[in-house]
């Protein structure tokens, strides 16, 4: 019998004993080595060769990863690891490092309840660590720590034991500090890293080789010998006394939870507005696999052979073959499940039958996208939506090399939206635009790489477009929108939503599936008037909509038009049809015809289309900017062409730290001017130069540019040069 089928009978075997269960994610800053410690704890479990491991990148399956060398999707694999004579059921994903790519992460840590967290011994905590990091403690993932790449230490930079030691610790304690500043409570109650209980490793994946306190007692490895054989190189005895495999695997089992410990704790945070009273509520706190099924969908692929192939994870119930489930949010089709599997890397391999407390693959559910919430139950509370850390900040238009590809093409993006929920697709059906926006140049690439290796459409790209948002600066109103039929006219006013508004729609602390008095009283605490925090009618993003108006007859049933037309003018703005952000929209006053027909949604979405846009002028309204935080790390005597780098690109630096020879730069500039920024970073610092960038939300465009942003978007538009003034709207 070949390893593998045993592995898999063994996997199945495991599968209905949840406290023999971990579900883990292994989560880093990019290059701190994710997927070559995913692929020596495979080597260990039997999975790959040894001889490859670390090599062969396994768990990168897209030859587009292999040929970059970094992953780009989440991958996941099960298998069995034994410790103190009882075999356990180790379920991983591997996630991606790139800040392009930080959807996956989110999406991953939902599927999972601990975190391995990867630190480079040379590089220490960056800000991606910090990032992965926080969505791991907000989803309530238990992280433990790995330091990875101590061999750096001793033989690149020459450090003696004690000064290896007091750098472990510090990388420790930065992490800690971390986990301290996200979360108190968690820190507190057990989650605090400590090497003397077992919680961090120290090690090399490239080498295979690790060690821990629990382990040294056990294999008597000692910090002395590795100091002595990582100097004379002899990684071959550090692998064999001290194997990496079992020394992570060993500190997953021991110190991370099982489904039933961690579904206590996570469904309450990752189920807020479930009744845990209910059928499902119980069945999910106990992870129990005779309740009805609640999976939820945390990724989306596509099998040329199988279609649609979702994985997520199962909080209770069992998935057979043929189940019926239905999809929370849709119409409530019944979505019948053709095959059940668990993922062995690239391959997915079928069970008979898929217990709770595991990570599933099933094919079959077609009303399904990420996140959603999937039940054998006609009803559930649905799962809190996957928030992801940042947004899609630029775009590029695509369009079919040969006219026949067109309507391939349509329906290829709208699985490419599907997929990954971090993209959006825009399909204008009148200019024939097709615009794809992600997360930065590299994931764009990847896509539109994608478009045309696996899906066959030639397809011809533009350059990369940044993508704008307008707001307003200051109040309007009451401005009056008259219908084209002069019967019916609508008063509104316009004023800024206040910043800690804007933040808490940002965090979903806020929004219309919150009971009514509950969104009152958060409302009401955050500084609004009482009277304006009941009568909210809608909330479209980071926009409000209050309904002012007393006693109107005919305006409820009117009400959905006027929303509608709200809604059309937030699409697009006049300044330069960019998304309307941040701004709160009062209904005062309104006059409508008695009579049904002429109030029709032909007389009234153009009325409140046109007040809002004419509102949104007087109230000065201006572009923001998508700005993104540079950290540029390099020797001393590049600091100055760094910094250069920052402030030549409208950027401005506004921290400095040092340690050792190197210094790192931290800025912030406007994704706008950082097309090319790595070619100039490596020219300028002859190379020398490390560099990560992050999501830092939207800014206002400087004055003096204003006019001509604005001029270049209409002309790329084909829109009117010139920008209208108010009185267009208002005829």
């Known amino acids: 019998m070949t390893r593998r089928k045993k592995m898999v009978e063994q996997v199945t075997e495991l599968m209905d004993k949840p406290e023999q269960i971990r579900n883990i994610g292994i989560v880093a800053h990019i290059d701190h080595g994710k997927t070559t ?15 490859i491991a670390g090599k062969a990148c396994w768990m990168d399956s897209d030859e587009e990863e292999q040929a970059r060398g970094i992953t780009i999707d989440s991958s996941n ?18 996630t991606p490092g790139h800040v392009d790519f930080g959807g996956d992460v989110t999406r991953a840590m939902r599927a999972v309840d601990g975190a391995v967290v990867l630190v480079d011994a040379v590089e220490g905590t960056m800000p991606q660590t910090e990032t992965v990091l926080r969505q791991a403690l907000k989803e309530g993932v238990k992280p433990v720590l790995f330091i990875n790449k101590v061999d750096r230490l001793i033989n690149e930079l020459k450090v003696d034991e004690i000064e290896m030691q007091i750098r472990l610790g510090k990388v420790i304690d930065k992490v800690n500090k971390l986990i301290k500043g996200m979360s108190e409570e968690a820190y507190k109650g057990g989650w605090k890293l400590d090497a003397a209980e077992g919680t961090v490793a120290f090690g090399s994946a490239l080498y295979n080789w690790a060690v821990s306190v629990p382990f040294m007692k056990k294999s008597g490895v000692s910090f002395k010998d590795v100091y002595e054989k990582c100097k004379t190189n002899d990684m071959k005895w550090l692998a064999k006394s001290s194997p990496l495999c079992a020394v992570v695997l060993d500190m997953v089992v021991r110190h991370l939870p099982d489904p039933l410990d961690a579904q206590k704790r996570r469904v309450p945070i990752i189920w807020q ?3 845990k009273s209910t059928v499902e509520g119980k069945s999910m706190l106990t992870c129990d696999p005779n309740g009805p099924a609640c999976l939820m969908v945390t990724d989306i692929s596509f099998d040329p052979h199988a279609g649609e192939v979702a994985t997520g994870r199962l909080f209770s119930g069992t998935l057979k073959r043929g189940t019926e489930c239905y999809v929370m949010g849709t119409a409530k089709k019944v979505n019948r499940l053709t095959q059940v599997g668990i993922f062995m890397g690239a391959e997915r391999i079928e069970v008979e039958a898929l217990p709770a407390g595991n990570i599933a693959a099933v094919t079959g559910l077609k009303d399904a996208i990420v996140g959603s919430t999937v039940t054998t139950l006609q009803e559930m509370t649905p799962f809190e939506s996957l928030k992801h850390y940042s947004e899609p900040v630029m775009t590029v238009a695509v369009e079919a090399k040969n006219m026949k590809d067109l309507p391939k ?9 599907k997929e990954d929920p971090t993209v959006n697709v825009t399909i204008n059906e009148e200019t024939g635009e097709h615009l794809i926006s992600g997360m930065g140049e590299l994931h764009l690439e990847i896509i539109t790489h994608r478009i045309e290796r696996d899906k066959g ?6 350059p990369p477009i940044v993508v704008y948002r307008e707001t307003i600066t200051g109040t309007a109103g009451p401005v009056e929108g008259k219908s084209p039929n002069r019967h019916n006219r609508f008063y509104i006013e316009l004023e800024p939503l206040p910043d800690n508004v804007v933040k808490m729609l940002k965090d979903g602390d806020i929004s219309m599936d919150l009971p009514a008095l509950e969104r009152r009283d958060v409302l009401v605490e955050a500084g609004f008037d009482k009277d304006e925090a009941k009568n909210i009618k809608a909330i479209e993003g980071t926009n409000m909509f209050i309904d002012m108006t007393k006693g109107i007859q005919y305006l409820n049933e009117t009400m959905e038009l006027v929303l509608d037309g709200w809604r059309e003018a937030l699409a697009g703005g006049p300044l330069a049809d960019e998304q309307v952000q941040n701004v709160k929209i009062r209904l005062v006053d309104v006059k409508l015809h008695e009579d049904a027909i002429h109030r029709g949604p032909a007389q009234v979405i153009p009325a409140v289309r046109s007040a809002v846009k004419a509102g949104l002028l007087l109230a000065n309204d201006t572009l923001l900017e998508p700005m993104q935080i540079l950290q540029i790390t390099v020797p001393q005597e590049h600091m100055g062409s760094a910094t250069g780098m920052v402030q ?4 401005q630096v506004y921290d400095m730290q040092s340690e050792g020879d190197t210094i790192t730069v931290v800025g912030k500039a406007p994704v706008a001017e950082l097309f090319g920024f790595a070619g100039d970073v490596r020219s300028a610092t002859e190379g020398r130069a490390m560099w990560s960038t992050e999501f830092a939300g939207f800014a206002p465009v400087p004055g003096g540019m204003l006019k001509e942003i604005v001029t270049g978007i209409r002309k790329r538009k084909g829109l009117k040069e010139q920008i209208p003034e108010p009185s267009d709207y208002l005829a």
């Not at 069995?80 to 991983?92: P, R």
């Not at 093409?409 to 939206?417: H, S």
């Not at 459409?457 to 533009?462: D, H, N, P």
């Open 648 to 651: 030549g690109r409208r950027g």
């Open 409 to 417: 093409l349509v329906t290829v993006l709208r699985q490419v939206a």
């Open 457 to 462: 459409v030639e397809i011809v790209t533009s």
């Open 273 to 275: 507005h479930g009744d």
């Open 37 to 51: 410690l995913s692929d020596n704890l495979l080597a260990g479990a039997g999975m790959i060769s040894e001889e």
């Open 77 to 94: 694999v099960s298998m069995v690891h034994t410790y103190d004579n009882q075999e356990y059921l180790i379920n991983m994903i591997d």
